[in-house]
Structure formats: C-alpha cells, structure tokens
C-alpha cells in the first residue's frame, strides 16, 4: 500500500518561496504519476500541478505557471514543488496524492483520478 507524507509548507511573506515534499513508501514511486494540489478554507480542492511517473510530463494550473515547478527524484521516492513568488491567494492545505499507471506520460489535474493521499501540508502566505 502506497503512503505519502508531505513536508515543508509554513508562514511565509508574498514574494517569498517555499519547496514542498511529498516523500512515498510502501510502493516504488516511479509506478505512480503524481499530483499536487490545495484547498483553501470555503474553497473546493483545485488541481496546482501534476506530473508523470517517468516526469517527462508536466502540467500546471494557469495561476501558477512561471512560479510553480514540479520535479521527481524515482531514487529517493519523493515528489517536490518549488513555490516562487508566493502570493496570497496561494495560501491552503497542500495535498500530493498518486495514482498507478503503466504509462510513463501519463498526468492529470483531475483530483477524481487520484487514489493515494497524503495528509497534506498547511502554506500560509501572508504579511
């Protein structure tokens, strides 16, 4: 059974960055594409960026394109997401979450198409 932890969200000012992980166990990682994504308080959950198991693949929402990069380590088993230039509105609960796949191009934003979760990381962007 696959498990994943997320670390590294905090307080952080606008402008400033932060770097999340999502570290896997239980499964090999590169059989997994993987997703990140964020709930803000009285918000639905919105897909922030996704990439496949290979990570040839990448996608991001449009608000946070050019600020936001996803990458993979397969040997360490982790997923991270570099946040540049945080803004306000970027302030929710972090979640990764993976789902199995044979293909290696495989991603989607799609929260729907996700079956493991973490327990997610609070980012909090504020002055």
């Known amino acids: 059974q696959l498990q994943l932890v997320e670390s590294g969200g905090g307080l952080v000012q606008p402008g400033g960055s932060l770097r999340l992980s999502c570290a896997a166990s239980?499964?090999?990682?590169?059989?997994?594409?993987i997703g990140w994504f964020r709930q803000a308080p009285g918000k639905e959950r919105e897909g922030v960026s996704c990439i496949s198991s290979s990570g040839e693949s990448t996608n991001y929402a449009d608000s946070v394109k050019g600020r936001f990069t996803i990458s993979r380590d397969n040997a360490k088993n982790t997923v991270y997401l570099q946040m540049n230039n945080l803004k306000p509105e970027d302030t929710g609960v972090y979640y990764c979450?993976?789902?199995?796949?044979?293909?290696?191009?495989?991603?989607?934003?799609?929260?729907?198409?996700?079956?493991?979760w973490g327990q997610g990381t609070q980012v909090t962007v504020s002055s």
């Open positions: 979450a993976a789902t199995f796949t044979y293909s290696r191009t495989y991603y989607s934003l799609m929260w729907g198409m996700y079956n493991y």
């Open positions: 239980g499964s090999p990682l590169p059989n997994y594409a």
